[in-house]
């Protein structure tokens, strides 16, 4: 008996050891081990200046985590010519003074900001194998899904004040502008596609022709909201919300998205084409995760600066 189970039983400690050791590096050091992706894109009018653009997205803070806080702090030094929020915040409904604390050094520069539904919800503890069955049935968020019922609301409004008395410019089912030294910056932006948020009827029409560029920006990267921009003319459109996908697999990428966006775009520039219009996409792989699920594996937590350059 010991000879004919001896073998399995060896495997199946090692697999467990190994289980455990993955999840030991995916919790402990990967999920903390925060990173700056730099881009530079050509989507500039010829001549324009080049501009740095600091974008922050799905920080999902939990109180008491201090050494996301203080990377976040440490940001202001790339001294960007604007910053981009592109949602998810809160992973805490405690955190908005942490971070209000984390993100203050980089509300000394202009910026603008979207909400995703970890800013309006709390999160709640669901097995990640959903995120696998969903895709395979095409439901994301409460597209497709039934409504969510006695979920947590966070204290947004108290960021979004913050935000606002800082000089950041709320994009929500809204446009905006901002005047930089070398540039007049317009922006359209939507409210989250991942609950059903987004309103592009009250910002369609296309570039404000008045300013020198134009941005769309929006939290989840659904592709009604991707095309809707791409077909009125946006040359780049800012996204966050599939942190990258969180559990990936070496040398293969990502599994998920939670949202209708494929995995060759999980994260990182590409572009986007609706009908005869191109659009180049970024997608910010965040820096945080659920306060549930607080582990990444081959996707590091980043920030990206981008380099927005004159075309060619």
Known sequence: MRARYGLPLKITAGLTATAAAGIVYAAGYEARSFRLRRVTVPVLPPGMTDLRVLQVSDIHMVSGQRKKRAWLQSLAGLRPDFVVNTGDNLSDPDAVPEVLDALGPLMEFPGVYVFGSNDYYGPKLRN???????????????????????????????????????????????????????????????????????????????????????????????????????????????AGHTHGGQLCIPFYGALVTNCDLDTDRVKGLSTHTAGDRTSYLHVSAGCGTNRFTPVRFACPPEVTLLTLTARA
Do not use: C
Not at 142 to 167: C, I, Q, S, T, Y
Not at 208 to 230: I, K, N, W
């Open 128 to 238: 990640p194998a959903r995120y696998l069955l969903e895709k395979a049935q095409g439901r994301h968020g409460l597209n497709g899904n039934k409504p969510a019922v006695g979920a947590v609301h966070n204290p947004w409004e108290g960021m979004r004040d913050a935000f606002d008395a800082a000089g950041w410019v709320d994009l929500t089912n809204t446009r905006g502008r901002l005047r930089l030294p070398q540039a007049e910056l317009a922006f359209t932006g939507l409210d989250d596609p991942h609950i059903k948020r987004d309103r592009y009827e009250r910002v369609a029409g296309g570039p404000d022709g008045t300013a020198d560029f134009t941005l769309g920006v929006v939290h989840a990267p659904y592709l009604r909201s991707l095309d809707a921009f791409t077909a009125d003319g946006y040359e780049l459109i800012l």
